[in-house]
């Protein structure tokens, strides 16, 4: 029954297990992820993929040699309180390299804090625009999202007349500025946009609009509690025989919170499902099953972008040679590593990752296209 | 620890702010993050346009004023027409963080959205977990200090009394809605003071800056520490944040214990951590109570308006559908004593009311002299030059019996500069001493006791102290011996004719008792049922056939 | 006006009535500012997925509905909420706390993801020509018939006097021979259980998950002070202003404006009508 201690105990099991090779680790490695707040959901499996991520590394030979060991913060609270954990860790347990899984405001706040003087590694989907010293983005951009699987989507469900909502603020406007170049170039026309305050929970007028609109797409970039609220309704109201829907941040728990009732032509597009069937993505996902028993906190992309976040560090720390920053500037672009995603390079400081579709009719994801090397369309320079 | 405390100290800061207001008005602020997230706003924008550290401060002086200046404004319109603190006003200041922290996330072309603003440097370019940090250190302690400073003032007794009884505090002539207005304004300057600091220290401003969460938080912070106490709400920002840093990452029931804390606070020690501190501190050092001691003559009161008739001109009054006055009309002497009576229901307090201001009448009109003076608010009242006592004694129940006089003698003496020296908590009156140094007044033995463990016939003195200690020229007193031994109502009914005598003033009295009534009274006004039944001397009255028949009616 | 706006509206008047009904009771009767009552329509809407985790019947939702959010209710209100009556701003800062007692305890228990629950009617049923959700329908109808029970109940029921008589003087209530302790704790858990039967029944066309309740909190609250304390067609006045402002705004203009209208309205009444439209505290 307690679901929240269970993750925690086999944290500490594994924390256990590795007690041996964190004895002797040499390089700390601080993990921002977040346990409270809005996406308090997906701190436990955050946690848990980057310990196996850890666990990996110092078995293939660590970081230049040397064995890391993680740090946690949570990072789940408004960002001031997030940079002070954050600066705990670094000033106060000599924390020497950062990977974090938050929103975009705490990610600002890291950067005034950080002043590209020890790397990090942002790993959350994110709206782009964000290039610094020492930061390195694992996460899937709107460019790389929406780019391939307009098209595709167009053309695969004959759909033209797309409808855009989001909640109201930078992610969802960054992403939708975007998507109306890749619907025009598909063809296709945008027959409307609509953004709804956080604090809204009541779809009806909106799925009134969509309706009224006549539109045969929704690309949904509403978050968590909002984006099941949407879907919920949406399936209520008959919408889905009208429209297909595209979501960019619709992963494993929001779709079980949508319902198998709900969730008819929904679609989800990501650089990460669970039910990827590449050999490296069913071997990560049997060691997390085995590591953190079958009833652990369900693996999703959020999650599982703590994973990539530290191969990336170990796999440019190592291209560089030190974590140095300056060292690891010079040496990131074009790095390559293999993930659970697939192969992976390292161009403009942003990460050229596989990018899947999934299906999420009856409930579970079924992945119908997957696009491979997919670079962002943001490019930091040196 | 440099980079972890200065963070705190911001919040205590603003949570210092809060316990000022809410420890001392009563009014509970759940909004605070609106001033302190637009001043961190407004910090961001100019430290972004130009580092200039002159340019900067003068910037700061303004904002902050203008802050407290719209703080005021609004919270004054609220206030007034209303004698208490209601839940109404704290979901007012809930709904403006809300709208602020709404419009904060959409104006992205102006506050960079939810990701917020950032790439500003700190004020003056100091490093904000070195140099920086001794900048937030001194505005703690000049705020602490301020807050020690004002506890010693004036102001904190006029605080605490208009937290106690704001009708009374109107009736002795202070504006309670601005007083209350005042406090919320400099409580919100505070607020916006710690939003600069947190701007420059942080870096970055995002909309939860200026959000609900973080109000409530101050809150929490507040009423854990200690609402009562200048360093409790810093204490409970410090001792939260600290908890909350430490154990957050690796305690899961951080926030389990936290609401059960916070509870337990709420339910068992409203005072917070600061007065368990303070009870353990006095039980070693025990402190004795010290009366104030009054020693320096009050100036003349401004209330003493020369005496005028009373004139009440077809007076109606209707409360929903009840009639309580009826078109009362009668023009009393400019000096002498006045009795009212009448049987229970007739009017009598209601008439008072309309005088004082408490009630406003819906039709004709009453007039001192040449001066109309109905339907204006009861703190214009002494202003000319009218006194009130009520009912039921209407004191300062959590102050002791000196400060409750030393207040009454600030009541209609009291000056803007005033506010800011400690002499004024020393005034009294000669007329005043002459009241309490009358042996058989039995208040001097009494002057550090809380007035709440007075019995209730010295509560009547006590409040027909207060009330004459501004000498109002019009003294109404609405039974004044209710409760009273016989030798107290010889007393007090000696008293008031003094007092009509040494003013030359007019006194108004509601009284039931007839002997009471034919010994002092030059002339009897009888009310019956909303209008007046007869307005003569005593001995008219009492042959009257009319006032007979009312009074055999059976009522006493 | 197009028929969906008129169901929208309908829908969202009456299913805020709901749940400001238990807020209306608690604050306007008992003078508890109750800041946990989002996290009883939040224990609500858990009602379905305790009963499918312990293999029970559907029918058995609105029972097991009940017995939860009814032992909560009493439990806290032996423990704490008995100390705050007359403690207006006390209960306000109490009862925030228990709202974060409250999710955390959920989040324990049921962890911190998502749920889903199946309405029991599914498809979309055509009304005044538009097609319109089938449950929504039947809730619509079933809470207008509710609220109608209750005002006859209201108006006739020798508890709902008892109830006026102690609010308006408990002292005096006392002394003619109520238990005012028993009356009040009655009070506040019938509040809380009405609140835990609107989460029961939002449930299929909502989110699920511990943060729920904040929702539900603002809204109501504000649906009550602009109706006024104290009466049923206060409440009704309130929810039909608040959420009418909401669904209205948000279908002409946006959700943005229609949010920031009810905030700015909301205000207003605080200020200039602080008693609201309608008010028996008079």
């Known amino acids: 029954m307690l679901k929240k201690t269970a993750p925690l105990l086999s944290s500490a099991a594994l924390a256990l297990a590795l007690g041996t090779v964190s004895a002797s680790a040499d390089i700390m490695v601080g993990v921002l992820v977040p346990d409270s707040g809005p996406a308090g959901l997906f701190g436990p499996s955050t946690r848990n993929s980057a310990a196996l991520a850890a666990e990996q590394i110092n078995a293939s030979g660590g970081i230049n040699g040397e064995q890391i060991e993680l740090v946690f913060a949570d990072v789940g609270v408004p960002p001031a309180e997030a940079a002070q954990a954050a600066l705990r860790l670094w000033k106060g347990e000599g924390v020497k390299a950062f990977v974090g899984m938050h929103d975009s405001a705490v990610r600002e706040a890291l950067i005034g804090r950080f002043n590209g003087q020890v790397p990090y590694v942002y790993t959350a989907v994110y709206e782009g625009k964000s290039c610094a010293d020492g930061l390195y983005v694992t996460g899937e951009t709107p460019s790389q999202q929406l780019e391939p699987v307009i098209p595709f989507l167009a053309e695969k469900e004959g759909v033209s007349k797309w409808y855009l909502i989001g909640h109201d603020y930078n992610w969802p406007r960054d992403t939708n500025a975007l998507a109306k170049g890749y619907i025009a170039d598909a063809g296709g026309e945008v027959v409307g946009e609509e953004y709804v305050p956080f604090t809204v929970s009541e779809f009806d007028s909106s799925l009134q609009r969509i309706k009224e609109s006549g539109a045969d797409a929704v690309l949904v970039t509403l978050v968590g509690g909002g984006s099941v609220g949407f879907n919920v309704s949406f399936a209520g109201f008959g919408l889905d025989d009208q429209a297909i829907r595209l979501g960019t941040l619709i992963e494993e728990n929001t779709l079980a919170g949508i319902g198998a009732d709900n969730a008819n032509r929904l679609y989800s597009s990501s650089g990460y499902f669970a039910s990827i069937e590449t050999d490296m993505a069913a071997s990560f996902a049997a060691d997390y099953s085995k590591t953190f028993g079958s009833d652990a906190p369900a693996l999703n992309g959020l999650g599982q972008s703590a994973y990539e976040g530290l191969m990336l560090l170990a796999a440019l720390a190592n291209k560089a040679g030190s974590l140095d920053v300056a060292a690891m500037d010079a040496a990131a672009e074009g790095t390559t590593w293999s993930t659970p995603r697939g192969e992976n390079t390292l161009t403009g400081r942003h990460m050229a990752q596989t990018i899947y579709l999934a299906d999420g009719s009856g409930g579970a994801f079924n992945v119908v296209a997957s696009f491979d090397n997919v670079a962002s369309s943001e490019a930091c320079s040196n | 620890m440099a980079y972890q405390i200065g963070l705190y100290l911001i919040y205590g800061i603003a949570a210092q702010g809060i316990g000022f207001l809410w420890g001392k008005t009563g009014v509970l602020p759940l909004g605070q993050s609106l001033f302190f997230g637009i001043a961190a706003y407004v910090t961001a924008i100019t430290l972004k346009v130009d580092g200039n550290l002159f340019l900067n401060l003068v910037l700061a002086a303004m904002v902050l004023a203008l802050i407290a200046g719209v703080a005021f404004v609004l919270a004054t319109l609220v206030f007034r027409g209303r004698n208490e603190s209601g839940p109404y006003f704290s979901l007012i200041t809930l709904a403006l963080v809300m709208i602020a922290e709404q419009v904060a996330g959409t104006a992205t072309s102006l506050t960079g959205g939810f990701n917020g603003m950032s790439g500003f440097n700190s004020l003056g370019d100091l490093d904000p977990f070195g140099n920086f940090y001794y900048v937030i250190v001194a505005a703690t302690v000049a705020v602490s200090l301020l807050l020690f400073i004002l506890n010693r003032l004036p102001i904190n007794l006029i605080a605490k009394a208009v937290l106690d009884n704001e009708p009374r505090m109107q009736l002795l002539g202070f504006p309670t809605h601005m007083i209350k207005g005042a406090a919320f304004a400099f409580s919100a300057m505070i607020a916006a003071m710690a939003g600069g600091l947190f701007a420059s220290h942080q870096g970055i401003v995002t909309p939860t800056s200026t959000g609900f969460a973080l109000s409530a938080e101050m809150v929490i912070l507040t009423a854990v520490g200690g609402r009562f106490h200048v360093l409790g709400p810093l204490i409970g920002a410090v001792i939260v944040g600290w908890a909350s840093a430490e154990l957050r990452g690796s305690f899961p029931y951080w926030e389990l214990l936290m609401a059960l804390v916070f509870i337990l606070v709420v339910l068992k020690a409203p005072g917070g951590i600061a007065e368990l501190l303070e009870a353990a501190f006095r039980r070693v050092w025990p402190k004795t109570p010290t009366p104030l001691t009054p020693s320096v003559v009050a100036p003349p009161t401004r209330s003493g308006t020369r005496p005028a008739p009373l004139r009440f001109e077809d007076v109606q009054l209707k409360i929903g559908v009840v009639r309580i006055l009826n078109g009362v009309s009668f023009e009393t002497p400019a000096t002498g004593i006045v009795s009212v009576i009448g049987p229970n229901g007739a009017g009598k307090t209601s008439a008072l009311n309309t005088i004082t201001g408490n009630l406003n009448v819906t039709g004709g009109r009453i007039m001192l002299g040449e001066v109309r003076i109905d339907s204006r608010p009861p703190h214009n009242a002494l202003g000319n030059g009218i006194g009130r006592k009520l009912q039921v004694p209407s004191v300062f129940f959590s102050l002791s019996v000196s400060e409750n006089l030393a207040i009454a003698m600030m009541a209609g003496r009291l000056r803007m500069a005033d506010l800011f020296r400690t002499t004024p908590l020393q005034w009294r009156s000669r007329s005043l001493s002459r009241v309490l140094n009358n042996p058989s007044v039995p208040l001097k033995n009494e002057l550090t006791d809380p007035v709440q463990h007075l019995p209730q016939g010295h509560r009547q003195f006590l409040e027909y102290a207060m009330t004459v200690a501004a000498e109002p020229s019009v003294l109404l007193l609405d039974e004044p011996c209710a409760g009273l031994s016989p030798d107290e109502t010889a007393l007090m009914t000696e008293l008031v004719r003094v007092y009509q005598i040494e003013t030359a003033g007019l006194v108004i009295i509601i009284e039931h008792d007839m002997s009471i009534v034919e010994a002092i009274s030059d002339k009897v006004l009888v009310l019956h049922l909303g209008q007046v039944l007869a307005f003569d001397d005593y001995k008219k009255i009492r042959d009257n056939p009319d006032v007979q028949a009312v009074y055999a009616g059976g009522t006493k | ?282």
Not at chain 3, 9 to 25: F, H, K, N, P, R
Not at chain 3, 156 to 162: H, N, P
Not at chain 3, 245 to 261: C, H, I, K, N, P
């Open chain 3, 1 to 282: 006006m197009s028929s969906v706006l008129l169901l929208n509206l309908a829908w969202q008047i009456s299913t805020l009535a709901l749940v400001a009904l238990g807020l209306a009771i608690v604050f306007g009767k008992l003078r508890i500012m109750n800041m946990a009552h989002g996290e009883f329509v939040m224990i609500g809407a858990y009602a379905p997925v305790i009963t499918s985790m312990l293999g029970l019947p559907g029918w058995l939702q609105l029972p097991v509905c009940l017995a939860t959010v009814g032992f909560v209710a009493f439990v806290l209100e032996r423990t704490i909420i008995r100390h705050l009556y007359g403690r207006m701003f006390d209960s306000l800062l109490a009862t925030w706390g228990i709202a974060i007692l409250l999710r955390e305890i959920v989040e324990l228990v049921f962890g911190r993801g998502y749920q889903s629950v199946s309405p029991p009617l599914t498809g979309t049923f055509s009304v005044l020509g538009a097609d319109y959700p089938a449950y929504r329908i039947a809730v619509i109808i079933g809470i207008v018939l509710g609220f109608i029970g209750l005002y006859l109940w209201n108006t006739r029921s020798k508890v709902a006097t008892q109830i006026k008589a102690m609010v308006g003087n408990p002292e005096l209530a006392e002394a003619i021979g109520i238990d005012t302790a028993r009356l009040s704790a009655g009070a506040f858990v019938f509040g809380c259980c009405t609140a835990g039967v609107a989460g029961l029944i939002l449930a299929p066309t909502v989110r699920i998950e511990p943060m729920m309740g904040l929702d539900y909190l603002i809204r109501s609250f504000f649906a009550l002070v602009v109706g006024g304390l104290g009466s049923l067609e206060g409440l009704g006045i309130g929810a039909g202003i608040i959420a009418g402002t909401q669904t209205f705004l948000g279908a002409v203009a946006s959700q943005t404006y229609g949010y920031l209208a009810v905030l700015t309205l909301s205000i207003l009444f605080l200020w200039l009508k602080p008693n609201g439209v309608r008010s028996s505290s008079h």
